[in-house]
Every structure is written in structure tokens, then in C-alpha cells.
């Protein structure tokens, strides 16, 4: 299965995207897809992920109130809205999945994750 993502630029500061990703078959019904993003000399850190179900949601604390995780069961899509973007958003933005339901605690561990995407890049001019 691979994980198809899409969305990123070039945007100013207090500008906004919205990030897609979309897996190759209908695999992750009962799993977790997630964001993750790693910005250049960094490691790659967690952004916001959510069962599929919808049942449970979790974002990366720093993040809350300007980043919005959504999926699409029609498009088997996963979306990442950012909003307010600032300059230390600049960064390659990760999809990743699991076919296991995660609970809220593991959800933010990149090793809880089976699939990754290939990344987008997001980059935010001051």
C-alpha cells in the first residue's frame, strides 16, 4: 500500500494549505493515519493523527488551534488543514497509517506507524 501525499508550497506567513493524503487501496478502514514533519536539521516530529473511525483524535500540543485533521471516508482521503502558518512551520510534512486502531498514548510514536508517504513540502516566507 503506498500513501499518496499532496497540498504543499509556498505560502507567507498567516497563509494556509491543506495537505492530502490518500492511500492506494481501502486498507486503513479500522486504523490510524497521521502527520508528521521534519524540518531541515531536525528530527521528525509529531503533528496529528486519528483513527479512522474518528473516534479518537490527538495533536501535538505546540499545534493545537491552528492545525486541523480530518478524513474523507468517501475519497479515502486524510487532511491536514494549517492554518496561521509561521516560519518554523516550514517543513517536509509526513503521512503515515497503521491498520491498527492506536489509543491515544501511542499515537504520537513514529514507530507505531507502518506506512509512511513520501512527504510534501511546506514552506513559510516571513
Known amino acids: 500500500v503506498q500513501l499518496q501525499a499532496s497540498g504543499g508550497g509556498m505560502v507567507q506567513a498567516g497563509g494556509s494549505l491543506r495537505l492530502s493524503c490518500t492511500p492506494s487501496?481501502?486498507?486503513?478502514?479500522?486504523?490510524?493515519m497521521g502527520w508528521f514533519r521534519q524540518a531541515p536539521g531536525k528530527e521528525r516530529e509529531f503533528v496529528a493523527a486519528m483513527r479512522w473511525s474518528g473516534s479518537t483524535t490527538r495533536y501535538a500540543d505546540s499545534l493545537k488551534g491552528r492545525f486541523t485533521i480530518s478524513r474523507d471516508r468517501s475519497k479515502n482521503t486524510l487532511y491536514l488543514q494549517l492554518n496561521s502558518l509561521k516560519s518554523e512551520d516550514t517543513a517536509v510534512y509526513y503521512c503515515?497509517?497503521?491498520?491498527?486502531?492506536?489509543?491515544?498514548?501511542?499515537?504520537?510514536?513514529?514507530?507505531?506507524?507502518?506506512?509512511w508517504g513520501q512527504g510534501t513540502l511546506v514552506t513559510v516566507s516571513s
Open positions: 503515515a497509517a497503521t491498520t491498527r486502531g492506536l489509543i491515544f498514548s501511542t499515537m504520537a510514536s513514529r514507530e507505531a506507524y507502518d506506512y
Open positions: 487501496a481501502r486498507t486503513f478502514d479500522s486504523g490510524t
